[in-house]
């Protein structure tokens, strides 16, 4: 069973940055690929950005240029680095995993929230 916790949500003005963090346990994380979700209020869940175990990168266009996903697989860890914030990525933003690299994300994290003021 994978288990993943998320941090470093919070509230920031617009054109500041966070990194977000998730720690992954319980399974064989270098093998899986790793990907961000947000959920906004009164919007369905949407992708953000993925990395695949051979971390090849891939970003929802609205965030192309602004944020960055990595991996350390020596800690068993998957960041997303978020710059130059917009009110709209106001969200609660999820870290799944993909045991399956075929797009099955069976396994996720209970969410951090990332609040961005104008």
């Known amino acids: 069973q994978v288990q993943l916790v998320e941090s470093g949500g919070g509230l920031v003005q617009a054109g500041d940055s966070l990194r977000l963090s998730c720690a992954a346990s319980?399974?064989?994380?270098?093998?899986?690929?790793m990907g961000w979700f947000r959920q906004a209020p009164g919007k369905e869940r949407e992708f953000v950005a993925e990395?695949?175990?051979?971390?090849?990168?891939y970003y929802v266009d609205s965030v192309k240029g602004r944020f960055t996903i990595s991996r350390d697989n020596t800690k068993n860890t998957v960041y997303l680095q978020m710059n130059s914030l917009k009110p709209e990525d106001t969200a609660v933003y999820y870290c799944a995993a993909d045991p399956s690299t075929r797009g099955d994300y069976n396994y996720w994290g209970q969410g951090t929230q990332v609040s961005v003021s104008s």
């Open positions: 990395i695949t175990w051979s971390k090849n990168t």
């Open positions: 319980g399974g064989s994380f270098s093998r899986y690929h």
